[in-house]
Nanobody, 127 residues
Framework: QVQLVESGGGSVQAGGSLRLSCTAS?????????MGWFRQAPGKEREGVAV???????NYVDSVKGRFTISKDNAKNTLYLQMNILQAEDTAMYYC????????????????????WGQGTQVTVSS
């Protein structure tokens, strides 16, 4: 089992920045995992924000391109999401997710591909 713990959420004004962190643990976790950030606003479905594959290649959804940056520190087993120029529409619970991609290298920003999830961290952006 892989355990994921997010941190770094909070409340900011529009235009501000936050950095989310997600620490992975568990004997099955490997730096080759596909990792991703997802978010869910009240009354809406969970949506992909950004993913990074086992080779370190990122993929973003259009709404966050140029504002958000996903990265990971394999030595620390930690995934990050740097969020800049935050907008009210970014308000949501943000979740970290992991997928063992050693045998299937697909790493799309789609929730159904990810079996392991963290508890989430709330991000609130006021306009």
């Amino acid at each position: 089992q892989v355990q994921l713990v997010e941190s770094g959420g909070g409340s900011v004004q529009a235009g501000g920045s936050l950095r989310l962190s997600c620490t992975a643990s568990g004997y099955r976790y490997s730096a080759t995992y596909c990792m991703g950030w997802f978010r869910q606003a009240p009354g809406k479905e969970r949506e992909g924000v950004a993913v990074i594959d086992g080779y370190g290649s990122p993929n973003y959804v259009d709404s966050v391109k140029g504002r958000f940056t996903i990265s990971k520190d394999n030595a620390k087993n930690t995934l990050y999401l740097q969020m800049n120029i935050l907008q009210a529409e970014d308000t949501a619970m943000y979740y970290c997710a992991a997928r063992d991609s050693r045998w299937d290298r697909r790493c799309p920003p789609e929730a159904t591909y990810f079996p392991a999830w963290g508890q989430g961290t709330q991000v609130t952006v006021s306009s």
